[in-house]
């Protein structure tokens, strides 16, 4: 009996160290993708910056695909479980929008090379991966599409074409993961202020 439960306990904490030397290799190549780019990164350089051998990164992840696909997937799944709560509220569709923004500066703060993997990367993803995140994304869109063009039409918003005011935002939050990083890491509560005021109300 006991014999059995020790080798549970042995199984359980062996699944436990690949999946935390799992995390560790994808935040290692997280952070070499965003510094050279997906395709210019081996599984060489990972073992390298991980000072393991190559051959023994394998014992933990299948390539760099899965690494990708981890990255990507999981703050797409982020965006549309935000996205799809936003939905579901009863508000205005001036407080969705105030929403979107600051969800969207969260996820950012706390998954930069994840974003930046999402924004640069994504189309290294194969098979029903890449058409997962693309799905995702794109729904991520329409959704936001429709509060806008709810606003307009509710005269909360000004009458600008719908598409230029989604670009507007959605280029801005975007590309947030790298002025945000330059800037020395502004605080959150800051961001979501200044630019929930800045996106929705303009500068004049």
Known sequence: MYDGLSGWVL?????????????EIVA????????????????????????????????????????????????????????ETVMAEESSPINKIEKIIEFHIDITVTYAENIAALNNDWMHLEGTDLKRVVKMREDYEENFRSIIKQGINEGRLR?????????SILSTLRTLYLWNEKRGKMDVNILKKDMVSVLLKGIV
């Open 28 to 83: 290692v190549a997280s952070g070499l993708f965003k510094e050279k780019g997906y395709s210019a990164v081996s599984m060489r350089d990972i073992a390298q910056a991980m000072n393991m051998k190559a051959a023994s990164l394998y014992n933990h992840i299948s390539g760099k695909q899965e690494i990708l696909s981890t990255l990507i997937v999981r703050v797409a799944i982020e965006f549309t479980n935000a996205m």
């Open 11 to 23: 199984f359980f904490i062996f699944v436990l160290m690949k999946s935390t030397r799992k995390e």
């Open 159 to 167: 009458p600008n074409h719908p598409e230029v005011i989604l670009f």
